[in-house]
């Protein structure tokens, strides 16, 4: 298998013309209160996870590089974005639902216009497989339609006054203030602007640092964001999170922290804040996700769908499978057709057809896995498929590890990546502890036929989990279902409908149902002198 490995990565020479990476990509610009700005500070170097083939050896190529901002450098993007609020006063808060609707869209179709480059660039700073890439950039315009329209769906209902026992009264979304948009590097586009664009519709305004594997991916995007919003309602944040973010935090400014990534960062982080009351956190953090398949589960599908949600994108997802318990009658079976199933997926580089796995994102993934993979086998366990957890550079061949026991970091800690640790059980209730147990508590799937097991074990974990699924893989879509977890895997929901909640606050107008309060809110909404207190209807 390490021959093979070696043979993996190209030469330079043969990558395909239109895959080629020509020049180093270094980003001067950066978006500062309305103007695109030029970075004479330090810049952070960026290199792909995709190796070329030299001599004997292979070596990752050279991206670029990106802005190195410091605390001082992000507290001016704080400002930035707090004269643009000014308590609720400013242009974009003050902007009816409509306008930001308009200028939302303007920016999606900047968006569509860096197709292209985007995906590119998806392929080559993380990675990803041509055929993920795609659908990762069209999923995020799909939920940017998606999020407008259920806004406008919303405000026709909102968009009148009604009675309630003996009052005139109407009730809006209004926005939360400054909000700080940190996505992941495994889906920087999708999970960005699934934060990014419900905050900027509902009329905050936004501090957005992207995650420090796929920064460049956004590079692209800077003019349309420059073209869409007005000054200081977008502006952008590089450098190491845990060197400038702090000061944000400290600041006391920030009034949303929105986060897609680790919970003990997401816990440093609201811990800094003076005012933690003050702060909404919408946050989706770790998992462990686990697969349950029953002894009469029907395997063909409990394979297919263990194999996909264990092993697309390398694993690197948070709704991924990373463990399964299997019933020990049925184990040895699984996992042989699991082996067998697992040797005909493909590894290589992200743009060859039909490939599944293709280079780590991050530098030392690798080592941490194989890491896992020692202390699993010297504690009893096994790699069941043939060259599992081979590894060279930045590649590593997935590995099926067997029988996998609590006292192993692949038991309780989360991989991220082409591991899948497998327990044999016995009772239903082994698995139901291990769930119970767990410091996460995002999804589990269930793989059976018997409907008493199914339904003994859904009402059990339905109490731990936040999404269970029958016969079916752990996943994010469809994004109209709710997306949350509890415990420490997620604070808030994600969703069509759900994100924009989180980033709003429901706002009363109330008075007595006189006579003279009737008149005065008629003179309001005829004479359209409130931008709150109004009846005007989105098309």
Sequence with gaps: MRNLLETVFPLAEDIPAAYQWTSPLHQHEYLLNGSLESWAGPFSPVHSP???????????????????????QALKALQGAVDAYQGGQGRWPRLSVAERIRQVELFTQGLQDRRAEVIRLLLWEIA??????EREFDRTVDYIQATIAELKAAERIEARPFLAEQHVAQVRRVPL?????????????SETFRLLIPALLMGNTVLFKPSRHGTLVFQPLLAAFHAAFPAGVVNTIYGRGLDVVPALMQSGQVNVLALVGASHLADRLKKLHPNVNRLRAVLSLDSKNAGIVLSDAHLPTAVEECLA?????????????????VHRTIVTQFIQRLSDRLKHLKIGMPWEADVVFTPLTEPHKPDYLEDCLDDALEQGAAVMNVGGGTRYHSLFYPAIVYPVSEHMKLY??????????IVPFDELDEPIRYVADSSHGQQVSLFGRDPDQMAYLLDALVHQVSRINLNGQSQREPDSLPF???KDSAEGTLSVADTLDAFSIRAVVTAPQTPANQELVQHILHGHKSRFLATDFIF
Excluded: W
Aim: a positive charge.
């Design 50 to 72: 995709v190796h070329v083939r030299v001599g004997t050896d292979a070596r990752p190529v050279e991206l670029g590089s990106y802005p190195l901002f410091s605390p001082a």
């Design 128 to 133: 990803m497989p041509l055929t993920e890439a």
């Design 177 to 189: 203030g400054v909000t700080l948009c940190m996505g992941p590097f495994n889906h920087p586009l």
């Design 309 to 325: 949600g264990a092993f697309c994108f390398n694993g690197q997802r948070g709704p991924a499978l990373k463990i399964l318990f």
């Design 412 to 421: 309780r800690e989360e991989q991220f990546g082409p591991l899948l640790p």
């Design 484 to 486: 949350t977890g509890r």
